[in-house]
């Protein structure tokens, strides 16, 4: 089948590769998106694609997004944004720092002008962001509002291309799942759509690692519905081929356990592979347990998604482990 593909822009370096690792004397199966660019590394530049991309054709100047102090997604918005011209400004939860780490230094560096929340205030971000937006179109200027993660139905598609992409490298006939870190949802519903869409027989497996069971199923739902029902695509959702394995972010989204630490320390020393604390690691930690232990890294895609600055912001207990 061929798919419709909305425009887009090239930022990204894809395909990324498709790797076979051996970890504890067990073969899986690994997708590289940590590898989609250097400073705009991680799974956020493929939805960014198709964002900017409209974001340039309606003309905009500035781009609004939001995000932790640590988002990947935030500091990926703003060296894209740079690149193709236009102004930026973050709305993040979490404070300023004079000797800012990792996304935040990023940010920093390439000149994004920077609102800081506080946990209450971030509540209502896309209120504070749509009433910035408004006030500036008041004085002639037009401003594009990116939501957390890059993740509604445009942007979804970065990942819905990555399912095609993937059925190119992989015959997915043979391969039960993939699993990804799910932070706002949006890659979990792209790759949803995508095996609808292509009619393969593979679950999605979604670690979440910021919202509750619950809402990471629906927002993942209402995501992929919401695609489906704007682009009219001749799809339909079998909710039964979503996953969610919870349980894995129990320390909190900006906090990470000693024992996944450890694990992201060995995985690193025996493949050279950087995971992140807030995302990847948790998420490899799922995959270990349910999967990787179990023997079937053969059968379940593990993707990395990215991230890799976030380590670098917490140095520190990276070291300590
Ligand atoms: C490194 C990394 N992995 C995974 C995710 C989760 O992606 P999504 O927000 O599309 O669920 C994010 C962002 O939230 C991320 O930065």
Redesign the pocket.
């Known amino acids: 089948m061929k798919i419709n593909y909305p425009p887009k822009f090239n930022l990204a370096n894809i395909p990324t590769p498709l790797q076979k690792i051996k970890y504890k004397n067990r073969n899986f199966l690994i997708k590289r998106d940590?590898l989609t660019g250097s400073l705009l590394s991680?799974?956020?530049v493929r939805?960014l694609e198709y964002l900017l991309h409209e974001a340039k054709r309606k003309r905009t100047d500035y781009i609004f997004t939001c995000?932790g102090e640590q988002?990947?997604?935030a500091r990926s918005v703003v060296i894209a944004a740079k690149k193709l011209g236009f102004k930026v400004k973050l709305f993040l939860w979490g404070k300023d720092s004079q000797s800012a780490q990792g996304n935040l230094f990023l940010d920093k560096f390439f000149g994004a002008e920077i609102s800081y929340l506080n946990k209450e205030n971030y509540i209502d971000v896309n209120y504070i962001m749509q009433e910035e937006a408004e006030a500036l179109k008041k004085k002639g200027k037009k401003v594009y509002v990116i939501p957390?993660?890059?993740?509604n139905a445009l942007g979804?598609w970065g990942?819905i291309s990555f399912v095609d992409e993937l059925r190119k490298q992989v015959d997915l006939k043979n391969i039960e799942g993939i699993l990804?870190?799910?932070?706002?949802?949006?890659?979990?519903?792209?790759l949803l759509v995508g095996v609808s869409l292509l009619k393969l027989p593979v679950k999605i497996y979604?670690v979440n690692?910021?919202y509750s069971k619950d809402l990471?199923i629906k927002k993942?739902l209402n995501s992929a519905e919401g695609c489906i029902r704007e682009f009219n695509l001749p799809c339909k959702l079998n909710e039964t081929k979503l996953e969610v394995l919870y349980g894995f972010s129990k320390e909190g989204y900006k906090k990470i356990e000693k024992k996944k630490l450890k694990l992201i320390k060995h995985f690193a020393q025996s493949s050279g592979i950087l995971l992140?604390p807030?995302?990847?690691g948790k998420?490899f930690a799922a995959y270990y347990e349910n999967f990787l232990m179990k023997k079937k890294g053969m059968k379940v895609i593990f993707i990395h998604?990215?991230?890799m600055f976030?380590a670098f912001a917490k140095n520190k207990e990276y070291l300590a482990v």
Request: proline share 0%; charged share 10%; hydrophobic share 30%.
């Open positions: 940590d991680g799974n956020k939805k995000g988002s990947n997604h957390e993660g890059g993740s979804i990942y990804s870190a799910s932070g706002s949802g949006g890659t979990a519903a792209g979604a690692v910021l990471i993942i992140d807030a995302y990847t998420a998604t990215g991230g976030g």
